[in-house]
């Protein structure tokens, strides 16, 4: 009897585990919200730590540049990231019947969705991955249309007087459907080429210039299936050629062709795994709340988005702009002149936060009074390194060796309503050299020349600053929300 416990026991265990699942129904797809998977890019993994910090501080900083000074000589509304951002995230979307699944790059920094397409795509001086980019085929689809020049979605793209200019007048079709009428996607010309006589003129095509790179291509209506649920007549650019643009990229900005506008999403959520530049790619999962759905998880604290600069760069318009207040450090509140805070009459200014830069960025006039704070209550304790701050590119550096808690003040953001965002230090301070001896500051700043002023936000919040943090955009309620979580 002793001998045969264990036995039923382990039997007991199987028939539960296997007629459990049977016994529950499966729970049905949720009617308010989709989730789907959120990976984390990773820089390529290099010997030397510090090497490592430089890239990112780089690439930070690139996308910083053309977030601020987007190209004002494109025909498209939307400007999108470097996407070599290391710290961004990736997520997979399914287009076409049947669907066929591309990897994105999610941007709140731009609004137009887009991918590689076709058979022919080209990709000029893009990293050599070992897989190659998959292309999105509209051959192998039932429901790939090209967009006519006169659906009002072709106004995405382009501006109104520019595209009034360029369609026919006379001709107004709303789509012009690639598997009935014939225009091969073997190249630019046939697809583009002008059809007056039976009103199958396209959107003319789109070329977007970033930082960089560039990306162009023509006009598709799609369907977007996500888990539970599909999305007919989705437009998104299939792109033709790019260069430095190894993905494509959902725009997840303000702007009316981004992913969110076009699926009326009433918020989007997602928690920021915490970075460390030499572990392996995470995962976590982005939320999407759909029919005035709130989704999961609701944040803590929340502060109202601020409304949108109409003037200056019509980038400005993609952005989400959060009304920061104050920045304390230690507790001492650091002087910083409210013009770089809040957006100012000719569109610049400003904070947004950012999904696809990982240091934050910060104008000198605000980055300088921060800086200074930080090293006067930390310079007493560590010795700082000014060699490795040109090095790496980031500062204030210090030596740390020796000490036995290595304790930093606390950074703390203080947002309009009373959301204040109390940082702990991984999440501005990055240990730098193989000794674990190092740290430096991982926010940047962009030397701004003097009397040159402010060009685009004075300050890009980045994802490695709200590493363990869930962030929501709540769009029904134009707030943004955190809460501190391990993802
Ligand atoms: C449009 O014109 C092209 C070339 O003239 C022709 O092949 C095609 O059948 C026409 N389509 C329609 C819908 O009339
Ligand atoms: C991490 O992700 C990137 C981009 O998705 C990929 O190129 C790389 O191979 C991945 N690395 C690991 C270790 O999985
Ligand atoms: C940090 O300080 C320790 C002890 O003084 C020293 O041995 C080490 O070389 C220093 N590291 C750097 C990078 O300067």
């Known amino acids: 009897m002793m001998a045969s416990s264990p036995s039923i026991l382990l039997l007991l265990i199987y028939l539960s585990s296997s007629t459990l699942p049977s016994l529950v129904s499966p729970s049905p797809p949720s009617t308010d919200h989709i989730t789907i998977s ?15 910090l430089a890239q990112v501080a780089k690439s930070s900083l690139a996308r910083a540049k053309h977030l601020k000074k987007p190209n004002p000589h494109t025909s498209s509304s939307s400007t999108p990231l470097s996407p070599q951002s290391y710290g961004g995230y990736s997520i997979s979307l399914r287009f076409g019947t049947p669907p066929q699944p591309i990897p994105f790059i999610l941007d709140t920094g731009s609004d137009l969705v887009w991918f590689p397409c076709t058979h022919r795509y080209l990709c000029r001086d893009c990293p050599k991955a070992s897989k190659p980019t998959p292309s999105f085929i509209p051959k192998l689809s039932h429901s790939s249309k090209l967009i006519g ?132 790619n995470k995962s976590s999962s982005l939320d999407l709340a759909i029919s005035g759905g709130t989704g999961k998880t609701p944040a803590t604290a929340y502060t109202k988005f601020l409304p949108n600069p109409t003037v200056g760069n019509p980038a400005f318009g993609v952005y989400y702009y959060l009304a920061l207040r104050r920045i304390s450090i230690g507790g001492v509140q650091v002087k910083i002149a409210a013009k770089y805070l809040s957006p100012q009459p000719d569109g610049n200014g400003g904070v947004i936060v950012d999904s696809g830069t990982t240091f934050t960025v910060m104008e000198g006039p605000v980055f300088e009074p921060v800086a200074r704070e930080f090293v006067k209550q930390v310079e007493n304790r560590y010795k700082r390194l000014r060699g490795v701050e040109g090095r790496v590119g ?64 004075a300050v890009i919040l980045g994802n490695h600053l709200m590493q363990n943090f869930y962030v929501e955009y709540d769009l029904m309620n134009n707030r943004f929300g955190f809460r501190r979580q391990v993802c």
């Open 38 to 52: 959120l990976d984390q890019h990773k820089p390529p993994s290099s010997q030397d730590p510090l090497e490592t």
């Open 149 to 280: 020049c006169r659906n009002p979605k072709c106004l995405w793209i382009h501006s109104s007087p520019d595209l009034l200019s360029r369609c026919d007048k006379s001709c107004h079709p709303p789509h012009y459907n690639i598997n009935h009428n014939n225009p091969k996607f073997s190249n630019t010309n046939t697809i583009v080429r002008r059809d007056t006589n039976n009103c199958t003129q396209l959107c003319p095509p789109y070329l977007v210039l970033y930082g960089s790179g560039s990306t162009g291509g023509v006009l598709l209506s799609e369907t977007l299936s996500l888990p539970g649920k599909s999305y007919p007549d989705f437009a998104l650019g299939c792109s033709l050629f790019s260069s430095r643009a190894p993905s494509g990229i959902a725009g997840f900005g303000r702007g009316p062709a981004s992913l969110p506008s076009q699926l009326r999403l009433t918020k989007f959520s997602y928690c920021l795994v915490s970075h460390r530049f030499d572990a392996a």
């Open 394 to 457: 980031l500062s204030p550096c210090f030596n740390v060796s020796g000490a036995k808690d290595v304790t930093f003040p606390k950074l703390v953001l203080h947002f309009k309503g009373g959301a204040d965002m109390e940082l702990p230090s991984p999440n501005f301070i990055a240990f730098v050299g193989r000794e674990s001896d190092v740290v430096c500051m991982t926010v940047s700043t962009v030397g701004g020349d003097e009397g040159e002023g402010v060009s685009g936000p």
